[in-house]
């Protein structure tokens, strides 16, 4: 073992699928010592022969370092894993992918164990992990003191960002952008419906889907602004009456072509309840509104 690998953090790893696996060799190129275990022992074997120690238990691996890093399959996983581990004074950053509730209620279970919490929201595929060029990062929320203590660490596998104290948020920002990845899938499912039966190559198409979702893209940044100060009327160029009057273009294309318009119907639907309550020369943006229960 050399000077640089004593310098790092030692890491234990609760977790080997696709992404467990990938977290724990860039960790170990990175030059952290990684104790890793996982409920299926022949997945561990790969990463001994590359210098990871493994654990027959997850107690055992808990045991063998101060930061915990859990990436299994569900919230119900990481209570099961860890029932035997002795959690005091121990470090628990969880990676599994849950709700805010969960994340929540798993960060007062962990506290009232003995560790400190944080909660991951991973914003990346296996591939991406430890390639900074590709862009992923890791959303992180809950104790400010063990993510500013682990930094450097966490940013090993993929950039660390902090959202807040609140150990729900990671979580919710997880959710929230991934919501935003399925409805834009939609959108381009649809278009892609539309021109299936036609003579038009979709390949040659994709491009020109591609840059018109990536020029609407910034138009966000006006709805987080109409957002904040409350005027939905402010900056509008394609006001809600003119769009809600364009709608039924859309839903007779559809049928002409004989595509089902289930996936664009309901946010068609939802901008003419706002306006038939709001204004006409109001964005888009009161539609959020719309979809907020209150009380």
């Not at 696709?18 to 960790?27: F, K, V, Y």
């Not at 104790?35 to 055992?60: I, S």
């Not at 009232?112 to 991973?122: E, F, K, M, P």
């Not at 006001?239 to 364009?246: I, R, T, Y």
Request: charged letters at 20%.
């Amino acid at each position: 073992m050399t000077a640089n690998t004593i310098e790092k953090t030692p890491v234990t790893l609760l977790g080997l699928g696709a992404m467990g696996t990938a977290l724990a060799r860039t960790w170990l190129a990175a030059g952290h010592p990684l104790t890793a275990w996982n409920r299926t022992p022949a997945r561990a074997a790969p990463l001994a022969a590359e210098g990871a120690k493994t654990a027959d238990t997850a107690a055992e691996a808990v045991a063998a370092s101060d930061l915990i890093i859990v990436c299994l399959l569900d919230d119900a996983s990481v209570e099961e894993a860890l029932a035997d581990a002795d959690l005091v004074g121990k470090d628990l950053v969880n990676l599994v992918t849950g709700t805010p509730a969960q994340a929540r209620a798993r960060a007062a279970w962990a506290e009232a164990r003995g560790a400190r919490y944080l909660d991951g929201g991973i914003m990346a595929v296996p591939p991406m992990i430890g390639v900074p060029e590709a862009g992923g990062y890791v959303f992180y929320s809950g104790s400010r003191a063990l993510f500013e203590q682990y930094e450097k660490a966490l940013a090993v596998p993929a950039g660390a960002t902090y959202v807040g104290e609140d150990p729900g948020f990671a979580a919710l920002h997880d959710v929230a952008l991934l919501s935003a990845m399925y409805g834009m899938f939609a959108g381009a499912a649809h278009a892609f419906a539309l021109i299936r039966e036609e003579d038009i190559d979709p390949v040659a198409f994709a491009p020109l889907l591609a840059g018109w979702l990536t020029a609407m893209a910034p138009s966000v940044h006006g709805t987080a602004r109409q957002l904040s100060s409350g005027d939905r009327t402010t900056d509008v160029v394609s006001n809600l009456a003119m769009q809600v009057a364009g709608v039924p273009t859309f839903l007779d294309t559809a049928e002409g072509q004989g595509v089902s318009p289930e996936l664009i119907a309901p946010y068609f639907a939802l901008m003419r309840r706002r306006l038939d309550i709001g204004s006409g020369d109001e964005d888009l943006t009161g539609v959020v509104d719309l979809l907020v229960r209150k009380g």
